[in-house]
């Protein structure tokens, strides 16, 4: 039965996230340090994101969506 589709935690939570539009996922990567990892990020709080390391600036890309496999 594919009609039933087991409760992922995390990941379940963040694409319900996503897809109210409450938040974007984020892929950052910092410049200065090397940072780099995902995270969730409101759309208003983008410009501001700065390194959890180092407290520079990061890079941020915004997935859209997750992927759907
Ligand atoms: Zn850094």
């Known amino acids: 039965m594919d009609a039933f589709e087991p409760a992922r935690g995390p990941t379940a939570v963040a694409d319900a996230l996503t897809r109210s539009g409450a938040f ?8 200065s ?10 759309p208003g709080a983008l410009e501001a994101k ?11 890309t915004v ?3 997750f992927p759907r496999r």
């Open 24 to 31: 974007l996922e984020c892929v950052f990567s910092c410049p």
């Open 33 to 42: 340090c090397g940072l780099a990892g995902t995270s969730l990020s409101r």
């Open 63 to 65: 997935l859209d969506r």
């Open 50 to 60: 700065a390194c959890l390391a180092c407290g520079e600036p990061v890079v941020l």
